[in-house]
T-cell receptor, first 109, second 112 residues
Framework: GQNIDQPTEMTATEGAIVQINCTYQTSGFNGLFWYQQHAGEAPTFLSYNVLDGLEEKGRFSSFLSRSKGYSYLLLKELQMKDSASYLCAASDSNYQLIWGAGTKLIIKP | IAGITQAPTSQILAAGRRMTLRCTQDMRHNAMYWYRQDLGLGLRLIHYSNTAGTTGKGEVPDGYSVSRANTDDFPLTLASAVPSQTSVYFC???????????FGNGTRLTVT
């Protein structure tokens, strides 16, 4: 079957670095997406990886290892506004997205 | 402002009633999607449309129907609502395979 695993909840301190992991199993693979979702709002796109390696975009970076079925989202210099859920989604052979349940990130001052 | 508009924002519905959730986009995206989001579960695809005039079933299509008469509109209909359809419903669009999804603000539906 197809599935995505990511931690349910993480806590980090303002100004610190946090890494949110995601493992996936899909029928075929066409890339890995990360979305941010603030409470009561819609998900918004953060990053897309299809090749192995690290993609950096400001304070946020995303890493992919296709051989391990593994990705992570790295958030640096955490700010209170980064408190949100982070959704991992893998694109399968039909370009359908398989979604994880999301990781709720709590930032403490 | 370009994007996706969903209506209503929230709704309380009696079981057995019919309900249509509206979704309109002005980005001229070919593909549109309906997802439901429930606590502790990932987004689950209900129905999708790759282009105007075509629709397909997602992971959880039972009890829902959609139509795609034109590029901009993608309504979702619950023919006879049941309490298990209580959820937050998101409409989304994208312009190509593996392009990021743009989401509407969601409809919070409670079926009593």
């Amino acid at each position: 079957g197809q599935n995505i695993d990511q931690p349910t909840e993480m806590t980090a301190t303002e100004g610190a670095i946090v890494q949110i992991n995601c493992t996936y199993q899909t029928s075929g693979f066409n890339g890995l997406f990360w979305y941010q979702q603030h409470a009561g709002e819609a998900p918004t796109f953060l990053s897309y990886n299809v090749l192995d390696g690290l993609e950096e975009k400001g304070r946020f970076s995303s890493f992919l290892s296709r051989s391990k079925g593994y990705s992570y989202l790295l958030l640096k210099e955490l700010q209170m506004k980064d408190s949100a859920s982070y959704l991992c989604a893998a694109s399968d052979s039909n370009y359908q997205l398989i979604w994880g349940a999301g990781t709720k990130l709590i930032i403490k001052p | 402002i370009a994007g996706i508009t969903q209506a209503p924002t929230s709704q309380i519905l009696a079981a057995g009633r019919r309900m249509t959730l509206r979704c309109t986009q002005d980005m001229r995206h070919n593909a549109m999607y309906w997802y439901r989001q429930d606590l502790g579960l990932g987004l689950r695809l209900i129905h999708y449309s790759n282009t105007a005039g075509t629709t397909g079933k997602g992971e959880v299509p039972d009890g829902y129907s959609v139509s795609r008469a034109n590029t901009d509109d993608f309504p979702l209909t619950l023919a006879s609502a049941v309490p298990s359809q209580t959820s937050v419903y998101f409409c989304a669009s994208s312009d190509a395979d593996n392009s990021p999804l743009h989401f509407g603000n969601g409809t919070r539906l409670t079926v009593t």
